[in-house]
């Protein structure tokens, strides 16, 4: 079974500043997708960004990219010129030919 | 904004009671999905329907139940409701079958709450 594990249960950093958050994930699987979610206080869970793991091209999403390492089965989101609008959880998701695996999430904090 | 739906936003119930969630996927999605969310917990994942027809279930109780009706909106009933089930209730849909494979996107959530 697929694992996501979130070894970072809470981070703290100050707003400007680049911050990046881990995930790892464990399959067997050659065919399958990343993702990370953001759950704000409102509770959506919002996509910010997915990589297909065929591709070696990391994917960016204006501030949010990610580094994609597909033998460590390592798959971390870093945050550029964080804003408080990004004070959220963050959740990476594995998406292989069975259902989304969540990870337990990531608290962020953007402080002023 | 998504695009997908969910009634009622929030639910307060009481043990042994039955209750309905409702969803409407974004347009043109075939796919719904739904999951659970306790209290500071990751999402866990109930049932998939595509096209009317159960697709996957995950760690889905046999008190829960859920369908797919052909305009594609979905239902996830709740019957003899415990203390335990109180969580935040998510419904996502997608375009394909493909579950992992394919994007997710989800609406804003049920809050049901268990007296």
């Known amino acids: 079974a697929q694992t996501v594990t979130q070894s970072q249960p809470e981070m703290s950093v100050q707003e400007a500043e680049t911050v990046t958050l881990s995930c790892t994930y464990d399959?067997?699987?050659?065919?399958?997708?990343l993702f990370w979610y953001k759950q704000p206080p409102s509770r959506q869970m919002i996509l910010v960004i997915r990589q297909e793991a065929y591709k070696q091209q990391n994917a960016t999403e204006n501030r949010f990219s990610v580094n994609f390492q597909k033998a460590a089965k390592s798959f971390s989101l870093k945050i550029s010129d964080s804003q408080l609008g990004d004070t959220a959880m963050y959740f990476c998701a594995f998406g292989g030919a069975q259902k989304l695996v969540f990870g337990q999430g990531t608290r962020l904090t953007i402080n002023p | 904004d998504s695009g997908v739906t969910q009634t009622p936003k929030h639910l307060i119930t009481a043990t042994g009671q039955r209750v309905t969630l409702r969803c409407s996927p974004r347009?043109?999605?075939?796919?719904v999905y739904w999951y659970q969310q306790s209290l500071d917990q990751g999402l866990q994942f109930l049932i998939q329907?595509?096209?009317?027809?159960?697709?996957a279930k995950g760690n889905i109780l046999e008190r829960f139940s859920a369908q797919q009706f052909p305009d594609l909106h979905s239902e996830l009933n709740l019957s003899s409701l415990e203390l335990g089930d109180s969580a935040l209730y998510f419904c996502a849909s997608s375009v394909a079958p493909g579950q992992g494979t394919d994007t997710q996107y989800f609406g804003p959530g049920t809050r049901l709450t268990v007296l």
């Open positions: 329907y595509y096209n009317g027809e159960e697709r």
């Open positions: 399959t067997s699987e050659s065919n399958y997708y």
């Open positions: 347009s043109g999605d075939l796919s």
